[in-house]
């Protein structure tokens, strides 16, 4: 079993940047590929970034190409995203999901294991 914590969000200007890390407990985390995902306020959950388990493939959804990148470290169990040129659009919480076996899938329905998410609030 994996158990992911979040952290890194907070409240921050449009244009500005903040980094997302999510700790995975557990000796198996290069098995996990890892996946962030949000979800504002009335909307439901979607696809972020994914990184497949050596981490030299990433997926991203259309809105955070070239501002958000998903990187993971896998002798610290730790997955990073770095976002960008965030814009109030960008509000949610931000969850991270770990894979076994996967590849970094956009399907929501591949992560067996999530994290409880952290805040992030774009202001404009």
């Known amino acids: 079993q994996v158990q992911l914590v979040e952290s890194g969000g907070g409240l921050v200007q449009a244009g500005g940047s903040l980094r997302l890390s999510c700790a995975a407990s557990?000796?198996?985390?290069?098995?996990?590929?890892m996946g962030w995902f949000r979800q504002a306020q009335g909307k439901e959950r979607e696809f972020v970034a994914g990184i497949n388990r050596s981490g030299k493939s990433t997926n991203y959804a259309n809105p955070v190409k070239g501002r958000f990148t998903i990187s993971r470290d896998n002798a610290k169990n730790t997955v990073y995203l770095q976002m960008n040129s965030l814009k109030p659009e960008d509000t949610a919480v931000y969850s991270c999901a770990a894979d076994f076996g996967g590849n970094g899938s956009s399907d929501t329905y591949a992560y067996e294991y999530w994290g409880q998410g952290t805040q992030v609030t774009v202001s404009s």
């Open positions: 557990g000796r198996t985390f290069s098995l996990y590929a």
